[in-house]
């Protein structure tokens, strides 16, 4: 059975790096073909990809996020980490990792399991 | 504002069928990038739901249905029931001269009358 669960902090200040663990089991990050992601979905609103990392440690980060973002895996640890700097209350959001198990590109695939997702706060 | 457009909302009676659509343009679905469909409960994590355009996970119900034509895609749902009220996102991919991102259309919310 596959299993992603985030966690991290609930409440970050503004200014403040945010850092999220996202710890998977059911699948190695090692095995050809397999990636995780990052996604978050402000209160109310859509979702919003931020990042992936795949199998071969390629990274890739949204458009207009990706001078704040940073993705890392621990294969060892079956995790996978991302870093958020200078934090804002617009980054108030549920944020979830979520498995590709991909057959063409990690890019193009679905997000086929997703954890249940952590909320952020972000306030002073 | 997102790059794929989908109506905020939708309704329908429960046994009618529904359509939601989801428009892109040449840089993703025009592009011939695949489209993926979520559905996402209240409360809870988004589920994926049709992947591949028109290709079902194991264990979701047949009611549910994707195709694509163009710069756009659709998900269908017959035989609509009360437990399919949820919200519905398409995802694909986008490439152009601004970047290179995993898009999700705005959502829409099913209501089942």
């Known amino acids: 059975q596959v299993t992603l669960r985030e966690s991290g902090p609930a409440l970050v200040k503004p200014t403040q790096t945010l850092t999220l663990t996202c710890t998977f089991s059911g699948f190695s990050l090692s095995t050809s073909g397999m990636c995780v992601s990052w996604i978050r979905q402000p209160p109310g609103k859509a979702l919003e990809w931020l990042a992936l990392i795949d199998w071969d440690d390629d990274k890739y980060y949204s458009t207009s996020l990706k001078t704040r973002l940073t993705i890392s895996k621990d294969t060892s640890k079956n995790q996978v980490v991302l870093t958020m700097t200078n934090m804002d209350p617009v980054d108030t959001a549920t944020y979830y990792c979520?498995?590709?198990?991909?057959?063409?590109?990690?890019?193009?695939?679905?997000?086929?399991?997703w954890g249940q997702g952590t909320m952020v706060t972000v306030s002073s | 504002q997102s790059v794929l457009t989908q109506p905020p909302s939708v309704s329908g009676a429960p046994g009618q069928r529904v359509t939601i659509s989801c428009t892109g343009s040449?840089?993703?679905?025009?592009?011939?990038?695949?489209v993926h469909w979520y559905q996402q409960l209240p409360g809870t994590a988004p589920k994926l739901l049709i992947y591949?355009?028109?290709n079902r996970p194991s264990g979701v119900p047949d009611r549910f249905s994707g195709s694509k034509s163009g710069t756009s895609a659709s998900l269908a749902i017959t035989g609509l029931q009360a437990e399919d009220e949820a919200d519905y996102y398409c995802?694909?991919?986008?490439?152009?001269?601004?970047?290179?991102?995993?898009?999700f259309g705005g959502g829409t919310k099913l209501t089942v009358l």
């Open positions: 591949g355009n028109s």
């Open positions: 979520a498995r590709i198990s991909h057959t063409s590109h990690c890019l193009w695939d679905a997000f086929d399991i």
């Open positions: 040449s840089s993703n679905i025009g592009a011939g990038y695949d």
């Open positions: 995802q694909s991919y986008d490439s152009s001269l601004s970047g290179r991102d995993v898009v």
